[in-house]
Nanobody, 119 residues
């Protein structure tokens, strides 16, 4: 069973930075893609960024150039570095992985971590 443990959310002023972490167990970490999603207030959950097993990255338009997704296969952990944060980035951030090795969809989820950006 895949388990994801998130950390790193919090309160920050506009223009500041935060780094989210997600540690994964129950999956062959290095063989799978990873993703971050977020749910803004009153909105559906949307993709923020993904990283493949060969470190190809894709970003949502609203975060491109400000956020960076990365992974450390030795630690079974992946990250979301968030810079130049804006109040509209406020929401709950979730890490996600496939449920089984080789699955292409993200169906295992972390518990979510709140990110609040004050103006």
């Amino acid at each position: 069973q895949v388990q994801l443990q998130e950390s790193g959310g919090g309160l920050v002023q506009a223009g500041g930075s935060l780094r989210l972490s997600c540690t994964v167990s129950g999956l062959t970490f290095s063989r799978n893609p990873m993703a971050w999603y977020r749910q803004l207030p009153g909105k559906q959950r949307d993709l923020v960024a993904t990283i493949t097993r060969v470190n190809t990255t894709i970003y949502g338009e609203s975060v491109r150039g400000r956020f960076t997704i990365s992974r450390d296969n030795d630690k079974n952990t992946f990250y979301l570095q968030m810079n130049s944060l804006k109040p509209e980035d406020t929401g709950v951030y979730y890490c996600a992985t496939p449920e089984t090795d080789g699955q292409l969809s993200f169906s295992s989820w972390g518990q979510g971590t709140q990110v609040t950006v004050s103006s």
